[in-house]
């Protein structure tokens, strides 16, 4: 079994920053690709921004240059800069991960979300 949990969401006021952090336990043979989805009610989940285990980092156009995605292969956690947050940035924000079970078996799985609110 293998659990995401997330951590450092909260109440930002615009203009602000925040950190979200993930860390990743269980059976774990190797940890792929790792990343940050959102989700508002009423809307699709959109993929923030994605991180592969070589560090190769992808984001959704309305983060870029705002938010940093970060990992450490040795403690297996993933981490979200956020900065110059908008109040279009609330949001759920969900920690996902490609992880291999063994050599042959590959699972995604995600966190339980961490709720970021940008408001004055």
């Known amino acids: 079994q293998v659990q995401l949990v997330e951590s450092g969401g909260g109440l930002v006021q615009p203009g602000g920053s925040l950190r979200l952090s993930c860390a990743a336990s269980g059976s774990i043979f190797r940890l792929n690709v790792m990343g940050w989805t959102r989700q508002t009610l009423g809307k699709e989940r959109e993929l923030v921004a994605t991180i592969t285990e070589s560090g190769t980092t992808n984001y959704a156009d309305s983060v870029k240059g705002r938010f940093t995605i970060s990992r450490d292969n040795a403690k297996k956690t993933v981490s979200l800069q956020m900065n110059s947050l908008k109040p279009d940035d609330t949001a759920v924000y969900y920690c996902?991960?490609?992880?291999?079970?063994?050599?042959?078996?590959?699972?995604?799985?995600w966190g339980q979300g961490t709720q970021v609110t940008v408001s004055s």
């Open positions: 996902n991960a490609v992880v291999s079970l063994t050599s042959s078996v590959n699972k995604a799985y």
